[in-house]
């Protein structure tokens, strides 16, 4: 359960939105807010990813960052019924009535590229 994590040595990321309140979506779609002890804090995923492959504790970083570490064993996926909140990426450009090629090329394989289950998830069973 997401309360589970106030018992818990937490690492946390200086630039969440939520600050030291983790949310966490069920497989209802119901959130769970939960304010955990966050004995670090990190400007930088990597830093974190390092902290908690110390020993230092849980972290919130997406599977781009810890993936790899999840997949060998060296991390381990807590809470699998639950997931964060996703996160939207924006493509910005001055106007579409001169939007060149390029530009285009770019935007459709970025909505490509994070449509459904991103690349690094591909073929893991850790989303």
Known sequence: MPADLMQHRCIGYTYAAT???WQLIDRCGKTHAVRVDCHMHANNGDTARLAALAGQGVIWQPTFLTGDDLRAGKLVHVLPDYRLAEIDILAMYPSRRQLSARVRVMIDFLVDAFSG??????GSRHR
């Not at 289950?117 to 591909?122: C, E, F, G, L, T």
């Open 19 to 21: 600050g030291d309140e």
């Open 117 to 122: 289950v991103p690349p690094w998830d591909r």
